[in-house]
């Protein structure tokens, strides 16, 4: 079987115990839903110590160890042990050491966790030095200290409820490696967390074929249960570790089967491999098939390592990469549905989503191409009786297909969408046909309703906005579209059984119910989780930067400074802005926020004043600056010059030192955008860098452009989808603040975008 690499970089791993309910709302900050369980939701937050999940505590995470009485370890008690936290993940004992010992400090013990089966540690430690005073000193001059490129957070390390692993261990007779294990009979849990080989054998396990790769299970939460099923079913083998279940990518959940997997060690390479001949394929303790494959690769490597040190910052780290590769995979989205379905609007946002997140795309448009030879056509052009009207239009198609053949091979392309109503079978297999011939994967994407209020709306839309009727008098345009949709009507096949070897997703009446069909790359699957989330209902998204700051006045980035002032008063206005700018009368709308004070004391009138319910969202809060925190930029310029000329140079993919790049912000941003495209009418109160990357999303802006764009304070901006781009309206407040906007080459404190730079 090949190789299967290890994917544990940022997974999900479910605890083996259970834990509390989580309510979807806790003092008015939202805890649930599906952009805040993302893989790429964002968390920060600075009592992470005293969070009670195993990682916090610092206690095994083996279910063999939980319930025995634990003593207080002396340098908790004598407020000698300290917590290093916002560590990077590949930081090993030594690195933690070098921070302290250059200060002078005595060390007494580093309690760092390397995790076996990953290589990382959980992003802190714990450190017992030889006296309190020195811990008070510690706490005041290496809090903020860089450790591999990232401040370290450096707090009093207080005592937990549960083991601490300085105190004695029971002998229980079944803990995991103890001297009373039999050979070919020792217990798989694996103790994670307290092994000092932790390191060494995560390398050696990985190099050296030890490691096997078991896939398709199902999810389960007990890891004892996985413990006692993976021994039962490697029964005969000598099985050294289990690690915990990981789950699987978010593509796989549109894929048959079961898809999580974990890692199983064993004593040598001959009883892996042995293993793995004897099982891959086998009907598994749960049913299905069990995967066995060798693992390969390691999640800690020294080029990441590198990547972290002061000289090469802003180079991205695997980490920052907004997915995996999609390798050479190139995709046709066909669109399917008759006119009014919400078709080019699904094109459009599928378009805009893909260039967004940086992957290459374009939208192909039949109509685009028909009307070269036909500007303005009336509905009997498409009446399926009319032979020179289907001669146009059976031209254009085939022109449409031969220009993005064209640009796959030639631009290297990666998604070309073909939008038309590909109302035929006949047409569908042509499509298919001429795509497989050219190595093209497809997709088809029906949109089908039968929802009236919907379809009117469509037809509304359509008749002020498409290229058809440009320059037409509205009704008579509606009328002309209602009964262009009656002569599709009449030849119309949606897909159907005899076309299941064909990838496609049907969204039926705006998404209400979503059938899928032969999802089996990258892709395809990243798409149709995208489009699940859409909608093609009327609404509008309201746009503000919080009220001018402290900080703002002062010129320093970051932080979590007060509004000013002038900030309040903006707060005071919002309400009133919101109403001038067109709120349809009984609409619903909501509004998010930051978890920043800034953001939260702007929006807190017009929570007040309206009644609309607010959310608190992490994923919103202002780009991480890290060591550049409370600094202005010629203060930046003065201590970092490098830095500060390799931000102008690439200011999309430039990450500050400990800190976030704008390509690591749409990143995180990513379920919000998913909220967004589920949600109707929302308001987001939020921070200047997150504010350019959601414009630019629904403008589709080039990555170069939006980290340079002018988003001013005390200005509202009102976006509204429509199905050929994105409608903008701005409503400013007549409220001075000062200008956050910087030019290129210039450390300018307050510059106004029309200023030369230099």
């Known amino acids: 079987m090949a190789d299967i690499a290890e994917q544990t970089a940022g997974q999900q791993q479910e605890q083996p115990w259970s834990t509390p309910t989580k309510q979807p709302f806790q003092n008015g900050v939202r805890t649930t839903g599906r952009a805040f369980n993302s893989p790429n939701w964002r ?284 390798d050479d995979t190139k995709i046709c989205v066909i669109m399917v549905g008759l006119p009014a379905r919400g078709k080019s609007l699904i094109a459009g946002k599928a378009l805009r989503y893909f260039a967004w997140v940086g992957i290459t795309a374009r939208i192909f448009n039949v109509g685009t191409y028909r009307r070269e030879k036909s500007p303005h056509p009336e509905a009997t052009f498409f009446d399926p009786h009319n032979s020179e009207g289907e001669k146009m239009r059976r031209a254009a198609a085939e022109a449409a297909v031969s220009d993005m053949l064209k640009w796959f091979k030639e631009e290297n392309g990666v998604v070309g969408i073909f939008d038309a109503t590909n109302s035929t079978k006949s047409r569908r297999a042509w499509i298919h046909k001429t795509c497989e011939e050219a190595g093209i994967e497809t997709l088809f994407v029906e949109s089908l309703c039968d929802d009236e209020d919907i379809i009117m709306n469509n037809i509304l839309e359509v008749k002020t906005t498409s290229p058809d009727y440009k320059g037409q008098d509205p009704e008579v345009a509606a009328q002309d579209f209602r009964n262009r ?115 939260i004391q702007t929006a807190r009138h017009l929570a007040a004043e309206t009644g609309y319910e607010k959310l608190e969202w992490k994923a919103l809060d202002e780009l991480e600056s890290g060591l550049c925190d409370g600094l202005t930029y010629e203060e930046i310029a003065e201590k970092y010059p490098e830095d500060f000329a390799a931000r102008d140079e690439d200011k999309y993919n430039y990450r500050y030192r400990g800190g976030e790049s704008y390509r690591d912000v749409v990143i995180r941003l990513e379920p919000i955008i998913m909220e967004l495209e589920r949600s109707e009418n929302i308001i987001i109160v939020t921070h200047q860098a997150v504010l350019r990357c959601i414009y630019s999303y629904f403008h589709n802006m080039s990555q170069e452009q939006s980290p340079w764009m002018e988003v001013p304070l005390h200005t509202l901006i009102k976006l509204t989808p429509r199905a050929y781009g994105t409608e903008e309206k701005r409503f400013k407040a007549n409220i001075p603040a000062v200008s956050t906007w910087r030019g290129k080459g210039t450390s300018a404190k307050h510059q106004d975008p029309g200023q030369p730079s230099h």
């Open 43 to 326: 968390t920060k937050t600075e009592d992470s110590p005293q969070q009670t999940s195993s990682q916090a505590n610092n206690s095994p995470r083996s279910p063999f160890n939980r319930s025995w009485q634990q003593t207080v370890s002396p340098a908790i008690t004598e407020g000698r042990r300290l917590y290093v936290g916002n560590m990077p993940y590949m930081a090993k004992k030594e690195d933690v050491e070098a921070v302290f010992a250059e200060g002078g400090y005595k060390i007494e013990r580093v309690d760092i966790s390397i995790d076996p089966f990953t290589g990382r540690n959980p992003s802190y430690c714990f450190v017992e030095l030889e006296t309190k005073e020195q811990a008070d000193r510690a706490m005041q001059e290496l809090d903020g200290k860089d450790l591999l490129g990232r401040p370290v957070k450096v707090k009093p390390g207080v005592a937990k409820a549960s083991q601490d692993r300085s105190s004695p261990r029971p002998s229980n007779g079944f803990s995991p490696r103890s001297s009373n294990d039999k050979p070919g009979s020792s217990p798989v849990a694996f103790d994670r967390w307290q092994r000092n080989d932790a390191s060494s054998h995560f390398k050696g396990y990985s190099e050296n074929g030890r490691r096997l790769y078991v896939g398709g299970l199902p999810k389960l939460s007990n890891q004892q249960t996985i413990d006692t099923e993976i021994q039962t079913f490697f029964n005969g083998y000598n099985i050294e570790a289990v690690s915990k279940l990981i789950s699987p990518h978010p593509s796989k959940r549109f894929e048959a089967g079961d898809h999580y997997y974990l890692f199983v060690d064993f004593a040598s390479a001959d009883e892996a491999t042995a293993a793995q001949a004897a099982l891959d394929g086998q009907d598994g303790p749960w049913g299905g098939k069990i995967r066995v494959g060798k693992a390969r690769g390691e999640s800690w490597k020294p080029d990441e390592r590198r990547k972290w040190t002061p000289t090469q910052t802003n180079d991205a780290p695997e980490s920052a990469t907004a997915e995996p590769s999609s």
């Open 485 to 599: 949709i009656r002569h599709y009507e009449t030849v119309y096949e949606t897909i159907s059984e005899d076309e299941k070897a064909y990838t496609y997703v049907k969204l039926i009446n705006v998404g209400s119910t979503v059938i899928i069909n032969q999802i089996k790359d990258y892709l395809s699957s990243r798409l149709v989780y995208y489009i699940q989330n859409l909608h093609i209902k009327p609404r509008s998204i309201w746009l503000s930067r919080h009220g001018e700051s402290e900080y703002n006045l002062s010129g320093k980035i970051g932080g979590d400074s007060d509004i000013s002032s002038r900030g309040e008063a903006y707060a005071r206005a919002l309400p009133g802005l919101l109403k001038q700018s067109g709120v349809p009368p009984d609409t619903k709308l909501t509004i998010w926020t930051s978890t920043l004070k800034r953001t």
